[in-house]
Each structure stands twice: as C-alpha cells, then as structure tokens.
C-alpha cells in the first residue's frame, strides 16, 4: 500500500518538474506535500528518495529535497545524446514517411515563423522534431528521447531556443524537412547532425559567459 502510493507520489511531483511547474532550487517539504496530497510524510520520503536516484531532486543537508539543477556539463552532454537518438531515429523514419508527414512538419514551421516568445519558439520546436521521428515505429528509442526531453525541462530548453535565436534553426529546419521529401537520409541525418552539433556549440558559449559573469544562465528568460 505504501508503494503504491509513493508511486502515485513519485509520478506527481515528477510531472511537476517536468512541465517547470517547480524549477530548480525549489524546496520540496516533505509536510506540505504530505498535507497537500492528503497522506503521510513516509510514502512522501520514499518518492522524494525515488526522484533523487533518477537524477531530479537533490538532498541537503538542512535544506532537505530540492529541485535539481543541471550542472552546464550535464546539459551539453544531454545535447550531445539528443545528437545521436535523433539521428538514428530520422534515419529510420524517412523510408516510412508520407505526404501527411511532411505536411504536418510544415505546417509546424509555418507557425513557427510567425512566433516570436522563446517559450512558444521552443513548444514548436518539440513538435517539429517529434514528427520528424514519430514514422521511424521504433518506440523505445521515441521513449528514450521523450526522456531526454524531459529530462531537459521546458525552461532549459527555452533557453537554448533563445540562445539559437530563430532565423538560423528556422532555416536548418526547412533544409531537414526538404531533405526528407526528397527521401535523401543521408543528408537529412548530416543537416540534423550539424543543427543539433551548432546548437550545443552556441549554448557552450552561452554558458561559458554566464560563469565568466560569475551568474548563472537566466534559463526562460
């Protein structure tokens, strides 16, 4: 029974940091959440014991659990893993994709263009990639980048969509997506290899004037 519910625990406070609804540095007080969701503190601890091996929440010492933040290695290796999921997973998608496929990519570049918010730049961004890959019918290796994804967070993948700025991924996109119709994996893997392999080269640079600031990278900003 208590299992059970540090389960249910577990995958509530999991979303909330996934969605940003509680972002880095935040306390998670055991009390609060144990009165909040109308149970214990013990199936609480167990969850909040859970969401620390899987790398989302940090204990210390008089502070308890806090939302974990990703050290600047951890996001460009994160990257660097997007690189390689992504790639084989476009690999395998083009020989399965159709006319409806391409249309809905660009549709989704079509309202990309006319966005301006990094927030908004960076949901359609998601989207663009996940229709990209969903034909390759491999679901475990769409789980996997589902959960680097997550694992990234919408606020930090703000800010790299802020840091790539809009005209040069816009265009890499089209590039991708003319690639695909063309049915030519080759180069659609090697533009997406080379737009992701940009992207972490600008948010290393990002993050390297954030610490020569001596402030950390205002992600969502």
């Known amino acids: 029974m208590s ?50 091996a899987d790398g989302f929440v940090t ?23 997007r690189a390689a999921l992504e790639c084989r997973a476009l690999e395998l998608a083009i020989p399965n ?14 309202t990309y263009a006319g ?7 960076s949901a359609l961004n ?3 990639h996940q229709a990209l890959y969903e034909p390759c019918g491999n679901h475990i290796l769409l789980r996997l980048i589902s959960d680097v994804q997550q694992r990234i967070g919408p606020a930090l993948r703000a800010f790299v969509t802020q840091t790539s700025g809009l005209h040069r991924p816009h265009a890499e996109h089209r590039e991708i997506l003319a690639a695909c119709r063309a049915q030519d ?5 090697s533009l997406l290899r080379d737009h992701i392999k940009t992207t972490r080269k600008e948010v290393a640079a990002r993050l390297r004037r954030a610490a020569q600031e001596d402030s950390p990278a205002a992600f969502g900003t």
């Open 115 to 121: 966005t301006t918010q990094a927030a908004g730049l």
């Open 97 to 110: 994709m159709i006319d409806a496929d391409y249309e809905t990519a660009a549709e989704i570049l079509e």
């Open 185 to 189: 994996i080759g180069r659609a893997v």
């Open 3 to 52: 299992q059970s519910t540090a389960d249910r625990i577990y995958e509530i406070l999991r979303e909330r940091i996934i969605c940003g609804a509680v972002t880095p540095g935040i306390a998670l007080r055991q009390d609060e959440i144990a009165r909040e969701l109308g149970v214990s503190k013990i199936p609480v601890r167990e969850a909040l014991l859970k969401l620390e």
């Open 59 to 81: 204990f210390r010492k008089n502070r308890g659990a806090t939302v974990r933040d990703l050290s600047s290695d951890e996001i460009l290796n994160l990257i660097e893993i």
């Open 126 to 128: 998601l989207k663009f």
